[in-house]
């Protein structure tokens, strides 16, 4: 079945310490996002990606990085300059003339 | 600049109760309008869409109706069941119908009690 695959499902940083948040989608979106969801908020675009090696800040990009270097592949870095990173982080994918397609997500918490 | 502004949570109805869970916005030009479900643990589903003035989107029973002239796009559903219970989110995306950077409101929590 096409989808978008999330990984890990929890994940636990460091003081100081960069992580990696995976996401791998096999619907041939060309457009890729990753957003912040904190509680009893909505969702908060941190990055997007329209076409592979290219991509774009959202409205909270600091602290974070990313690389588009597979149309199929968006990893998200949460970097040690970010200093409330503990959140629910949601990667999603679309196609041209569709809605966006949501993976289940990654819960990110601080040791 | 855009927004999306729902109403507040949580919202607790007994099954098979009238759902209203209001939705207003703030967008120049046209944009596409989205209800998004989030069921606890997930990520999000669509729910229904609506891409130009006077448009029903309707899926699972939910509707919604693109309102330019209040600006609205309020999901209603006749006759809730315990398996509704879940995160609503409207959205809109500036970006015509492809779903591209959708700005989201802040999310409404229903609760259906048997």
């Known amino acids: 079945d096409g989808g978008i695959t999330q990984s890990p499902k929890y994940l636990f940083r460091k003081e100081g310490q960069n992580v990696t948040l995976s996401c791998e989608q096999n619907?041939?979106?060309?457009?890729m996002y990753w957003y912040r969801q904190d509680p009893g908020q909505g969702l908060r675009l941190i990055y997007y990606?329209?076409?592979?090696?290219?991509?774009q800040k959202g409205d909270i990009a600091e602290g974070y990085s990313v690389s588009r270097e597979k149309k199929e592949s968006f990893p998200l870095t949460v970097t040690s300059a970010q200093k409330n990173p503990t959140a629910f982080y949601l990667c999603?994918?679309?196609?041209?003339?569709?809605?966006?397609?949501f993976g289940d997500g990654t819960r990110l918490s601080i040791l | 600049g855009n927004s999306v502004t729902q109403m507040e949570g949580p919202v607790t109805l007994s099954e098979e109760a009238f759902l209203t869970i209001n939705c207003t916005y703030t967008?120049?030009?046209?944009?596409?309008l989205f209800w998004y479900v989030q069921y606890p643990g997930e990520g999000l589903q669509l729910l229904l869409k609506?891409?130009?003035?006077?448009d029903k989107g309707s899926n699972k029973g939910f509707e919604a109706t693109y309102r330019k002239e209040t600006t609205s796009f309020h999901l209603e559903k006749g006759s809730v069941q315990v398996s509704d219970s879940a995160v609503y989110f409207c959205?809109?995306?500036?970006?015509?119908?492809?779903?591209?950077?959708?700005?989201f409101g802040q999310g409404t929590e229903l609760s259906v009690k048997p």
């Open positions: 999603a994918s679309s196609l041209r003339l569709n809605p966006q397609h």
């Open positions: 619907l041939n979106h060309d457009a």
């Open positions: 990606s329209q076409i592979v090696n290219d991509f």
């Open positions: 967008a120049t030009g046209y944009p596409s």
């Open positions: 609506a891409t130009k003035a006077d």
């Open positions: 959205a809109l995306s500036d970006s015509g119908p492809t779903g591209g950077k959708l700005i």
